[in-house]
């Protein structure tokens, strides 16, 4: 019924405060108007494996999006979308529908980033990497969504495939000028450099943060600030 619609979320660059890419985050917008978040109908597709049909509408939306801006030569950022770890047992099927959403469109692939939790690896790594793989041939990016929500994400981090690393908005949770995430964080970037990834910060909501995260070389922050 197209209740489902997508919103953009702003990644802006600590740099220059420019928006320099977003996630697409789905609602359901109920006839009457009424919204429900993905917490409330996100667990119930998955569990009936019907998410993977979520994902692919979504996935046609941000290039339908991105596509009506290209044909009007507007400016256009990278938009980001997440990837369910149902996906895990139909590899070919999702790499197969990506392309064919690249070429209807005709869109420069370096205009998608596919996030991947590591709730989506943490039982299928192998698996995983292969879809990972899979994705950047097509030339799209992969980011690793949530880091630091779990405790693999140290061990499986060198073997992973991927370009950003985004850092779970649990690390500014309890943020103070003297709290413990003023160790990680920075220790968190500063390794991610090293592995020449892009580095994003979740769930940044006041402007004392974004001043630390531009001091310790974070690239880009995500979250209701802005």
């Not at 953009?8 to 600590?14: A, E, G, I, T």
């Not at 649990?170 to 920075?186: A, H, Q, T, V, Y």
Request: with cysteine.
């Amino acid at each position: 019924n197209k209740e489902f619609v997508v919103y953009l979320q702003p990644k802006v660059n600590l740099k220059n405060n420019a928006i320099d890419g977003a996630e697409a985050l789905v609602r359901w917008k109920k006839k009457d108007g009424t919204i429900i978040y993905p917490n409330d109908f996100i667990p119930v597709f998955e569990k009936n494996k019907t998410i993977t049909l979520l994902d692919y509408y979504v996935y046609a939306e941000v290039c339908k999006y991105l596509a009506g801006k290209l044909k009007n030569e507007e400016e256009m950022v990278c938009i980001s979308v997440n990837v369910s770890r149902v996906h895990l047992y139909s590899i070919r099927q999702m790499v197969s529908y990506v392309r064919s959403l690249l070429n209807k469109y005709k869109l420069p692939p370096e205009l998608l980033e596919f996030e991947l939790t590591e709730t989506v690896f943490i039982d299928k790594v192998d698996d995983t990497i292969l879809l990972m793989n899979e994705l950047r041939k097509l030339g799209v990016k992969v980011s690793l969504d949530d880091f630091g929500s779990g405790y693999s994400s140290l061990n499986v981090l060198t073997k992973l495939p991927i370009d950003v690393l985004k850092l779970d908005k649990d690390f500014l949770k309890d943020f103070e000028m003297d709290s413990e995430e003023k160790i990680i964080i920075p220790s968190i970037v500063d390794m991610a450099k090293k592995m020449k990834l892009s580095v994003v910060c979740e769930g940044v909501e006041t402007n004392e943060q974004v001043k630390f995260l531009r001091e310790v070389g974070c690239d880009y922050a995500q979250g209701y600030y802005y």
